[in-house]
């Protein structure tokens, strides 16, 4: 008889509902927009300059209508942005993974207990006044992991 697959307790996960965005960091935006929308045809769905995250972002999707899984280009704004530190030390490239959350502050600290460290103690305003924190990449396998809840007149339940 095969073994039974067990699922861990729903009380004790973080609650992803999806994957938000894909963050790639750049050092020429308009010349990565061109890129992804003259080349790959993707379109630009959401442009903004966050400085408290110190980047100026810009949103593609690929499916019709803008909904699924976005590419979010990043360039920093200045050299104190955590992009350009890591501009600097590894180039362009992969930057982080963002997964839709139900809720950012339960997620966190379900994460938190779960021995993982969390970059902020408290969520901060993300892209289209959505919630965000993010796992340490050295906790998570190399990878920049953000939590996403969208802002009520954005979220898509599934
Ligand atoms: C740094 N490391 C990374 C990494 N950034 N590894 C994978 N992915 C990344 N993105 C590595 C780095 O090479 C070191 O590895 C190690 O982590 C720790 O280095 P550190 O000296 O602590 O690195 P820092 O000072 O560069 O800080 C890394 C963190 C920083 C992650 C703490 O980048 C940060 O605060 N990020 C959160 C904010 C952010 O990234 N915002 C931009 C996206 P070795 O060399 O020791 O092996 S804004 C966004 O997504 C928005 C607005 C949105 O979606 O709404
Ligand atoms: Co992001």
Redesign the pocket.
């Known amino acids: 008889m095969p073994a039974m697959t067990t699922w861990a307790d729903p009380e004790a996960l973080p609650g992803v509902v999806g994957l938000?965005?894909i963050?790639l960091?750049v050092h020429d935006l308009e010349a990565a927009v061109t890129l992804h929308t003259q080349v790959l045809g993707l379109r630009v769905s959401h442009r903004?300059t966050?400085t408290?995250?110190?980047?100026v972002?810009v949103m593609l999707a690929a499916a019709p209508g803008g909904s699924g899984t976005h590419l979010?280009l990043?360039a920093p704004v200045d050299e104190y942005?955590?992009?350009h530190?890591?501009l600097a030390?590894?180039g362009p490239g992969?930057?982080?993974l963002?997964y839709t959350v139900r809720d950012v502050r339960t997620a966190s600290s379900i994460l938190l207990r779960q021995g993982l460290r969390l970059?902020y103690d408290a969520p901060?305003?993300?892209?289209?006044g959505?919630l965000?924190n993010?796992v340490?990449?050295?906790d998570t396998g190399?990878?920049?992991i953000?939590l996403?809840e969208p802002a009520a007149h954005n979220r898509v339940e599934g």
């Open positions: 938000d965005h963050g960091a903004e966050n408290d995250q110190g980047v972002e979010q990043v942005s955590p992009v530190r890591f030390r590894r992969l930057h982080h963002a970059l901060r305003v993300g892209t289209r959505s965000i993010f340490h990449p050295k190399g990878v920049l953000e996403v």
